[in-house]
C-alpha cells in the first residue's frame, strides 16, 4: 500500500472514530427506543451522559421487567433525585431499596441527600448518620460530613429566616423548560436570561436530554415585562450559548458558549452598538487556558476582572476565584488567586460585581452553605489589588439546601431576580424577583382635588356657601363688634355672637387607606380646606381608599397597586368625584 493510500485510509478511519464518538444520546435514544426491550446497556449510558429524563424513563421499564433489581430500583430513585421536577419522588424508592436484605448500604448518602435537598433536614442529618456509622468508604465530592454541616447550617437559616418576598417572574419569563442566569441593569428596565427550549435548537436535544441553551431578553414597561425575545444569531448560534453578567447600564454582557460535543469552549463580551448588540468579541486573560475558565465578573469600571477556574492548588480539585486587571494595553494581565478568606477547599465560582460598587457577591460550596453553592455577600475594597472581607450567607429562603448559583441586583439593593426549583413554578428552573423588604422602598404619592359629579370643586361649594353666609351675617357681626367695643359687655358679646351668628360651612372630608392584604387602616390624610386638594403617601401594597363626606355617597376607589419597582411613575394624579345624595 502506498504512502499516499495509507495516509487515506488511516484519515477515513479517524474521521469514523470521530463521527462515531460524537454521536448524541439523543441519536442512539431513538434506535434504542424503536427496540421493545429495554436495554441496561442504554440506562447506564445515560447516567454517563446525566440524561436523566431518559434515564428514567428506561429504568423504569427495566424495573417493570425485573422488579427485584436492585440496581434498576436504585436508578429510578438516583434519576428522581437529579431531575428539577419532583426530588421528593426518590424517597419511596430509596427507602424501599434500602429496606431489602441484599442492598447495597451505600445508596444511604442518596436518600440522604434527598432528603437535604427537600428540606427534611432531621430526617437527612439520621441517614448520614447511619451512612457513617457502617463505615462506608466515602468518595463523595461532598463527603457525608460536610453534608451534616450543610444540615448545621440549615437549620440555623431555617429558624432566622431573612426578610424577603419572592415571587415568580410570570409566564412572559418561564416556560416549562429550564430559565436561569437572570441579569438586571441597575434600574430593572432589562433583563437576559438563558433557556433550554426547543426554540434554542430546532428540537434537538443534546446529550444530558436537554435542549442546548440561548440567550434571550425582555424590557420592562407599562408595569410589567414583555414577552421574551431571543438574541439574534450574532449572539445566539447553533453551538450552546449561555450568558453571565448584564453591566449595570445594559450595554455589554458576558456570554460563553461551547460546542455541541464539549471541546471548544470560549468566553465572549458583547457590547451594544444603538439599539442592538454587535458581534461578541473574545475574552483572554494571560497564561490562562481558557477553556477552564467557568464564570466572569468585570468590575463596574472595566478595570478589573474577576473568574472560577481549577485551584492553583495540585493537591485540590476544586474552582477557585482569581482576578485580573486590564493593562495599559487592553489585555488582561496574569490572574492572581485570592487567599482563604473566600476560597476555601470547596468550589467557589459566578462572580457578581451589583451596582454598588462596595459590595461583591460570588456563590461557594463552602463557607456556611446550607447545600451545594449557596450565594454569599461581601465587601470588596479595591487599591493595587482587590480585598474581600465580611462574607456572609445571603441567608434563606434566598438560598436553598440545592444550588444557588447567580443572583442580580438593582440600584436601590432592594430588589433582586434569581432562578432556582421552587413550588408552584411552570417546570424545572425559573427565574424569581425577590424583595428585601428591610430595604426601604421608595413612596408614591396619589394627589388630586376632590368634585361633585357636575365636576365642580367641592370646596369652591364650600367657598360659595360661606360668601352667603358672610352676607347673611353683615347685622350680626356689627351688633357683636358693637358690644364687644364696650368692655363691661364683652362677656355678653360672645353670648349674642354665638347665638345669632351663622356657623361657616367646612370642607370636612375624611379619607380612609386601608390595606387590603392585612384589612387595616394606613396612615392619617387629610383634604387642604382651602384648595380641596389631597395627597396620599402610600409604600408599596394593594389599597382600598374610601373618600366621604356629610351630604355626599362614600367614593372608593377599589384595588389601588403601587408596585414595589423603583422603575415607575412616584406621582400618581388622581381627581374624585362624588355624588350628592
Known sequence: MTSFLKNIFLFNKLLLLF??????????????????????????????FNNYFAGLNEFERLLEAKPNDNYYLWG???????????????????????????????????????YLQTNNIDKAEEIFLRYLKLGIKDDHIITAKRQLEYIANAREAFNNPINVKITNAGEYINSEYPEFNPFIDANEEFIIFSQQSPLSSHKQRHDDGYFPSNIYYSIYK??????????????????????????????????????????????????????????????SIASIEMRD?????????RKWLIFSAPSANSDRNDLDLFYSKLGPTGRWSKPQSFDTTINTIYDESFPYFPPNDAVFVFASKGHNSIGGYDLF?????????????????????VNTTMDN???????????????????????????????????????????GHIFNEDSI??????????????????????KYNRLLRKRKDSTAAKR????????????????????????????????KENTGAYNIVLSPGKYNVIFSKDGYFDKTIESIIIEDYDLRERNIEMDIFMKNK
Open 222 to 283: 407599562a408595569g410589567k415585562w414583555k414577552r421574551t425575545k431571543r438574541f439574534s444569531t450574532i449572539v445566539n448560534t447553533q453551538d450552546i450559548e449561555t450568558n453571565g453578567f448584564l453591566s449595570k447600564d445594559a450595554s455589554y454582557f458576558y456570554i460563553y458558549r461551547e460546542d455541541l460535543v464539549g471541546k471548544n469552549k470560549q468566553h465572549f463580551l458583547s457590547s451594544k452598538q444603538g439599539r442592538s448588540f454587535k458581534k461578541p468579541h473574545e475574552i
Open 377 to 397: 455577600f461581601s465587601e470588596i475594597t479595591i487599591d493595587s489589588i482587590p480585598h474581600i472581607s465580611n462574607i456572609k450567607n445571603i441567608g434563606y429562603p
Open 19 to 48: 463521527i462515531f464518538a460524537t454521536v448524541s444520546i439523543s441519536a442512539y435514544s431513538q434506535h434504542i427506543s424503536e427496540n421493545k426491550n429495554p436495554s441496561k446497556i442504554y440506562a447506564k449510558y445515560c447516567l454517563k
Open 405 to 447: 448559583k447567580t443572583i442580580s441586583i438593582n440600584n436601590s439593593g432592594r430588589y433582586a431576580y434569581i432562578s432556582s426549583l421552587r413550588e408552584g413554578g411552570y417546570g424545572d428552573l425559573d427565574i424569581y424577583r425577590i424583595v428585601f423588604e428591610d430595604q426601604k422602598p421608595l413612596l408614591t404619592v396619589i394627589h
Open 76 to 114: 429510578v430513585a438516583y434519576c428522581h433525585l437529579n431531575l428539577n421536577i419532583d426530588k421528593s419522588k426518590a424517597i419511596p424508592f430509596f427507602e424501599e431499596l434500602l429496606s431489602r436484605h441484599n442492598a447495597d448500604q451505600a445508596a444511604l448518602y442518596d436518600l440522604g441527600n434527598t
Open 457 to 478: 370643586k367641592i370646596s369652591d361649594l364650600v367657598k360659595a356657601e360661606n360668601i352667603l353666609i358672610d352676607s347673611k351675617n353683615i347685622n350680626a357681626k356689627r
Open 496 to 527: 349674642y355672637y354665638a347665638k345669632n351668628i351663622i356657623p361657616y360651612q367646612k370642607l370636612q372630608i375624611k379619607i380612609a387607606v386601608i390595606n387590603k392584604e392585612t384589612n387595616k387602616a394606613v396612615g392619617n390624610f387629610i383634604v
Open 293 to 301: 475558565v467557568r464564570s466572569i465578573a468585570i468590575s463596574n469600571n
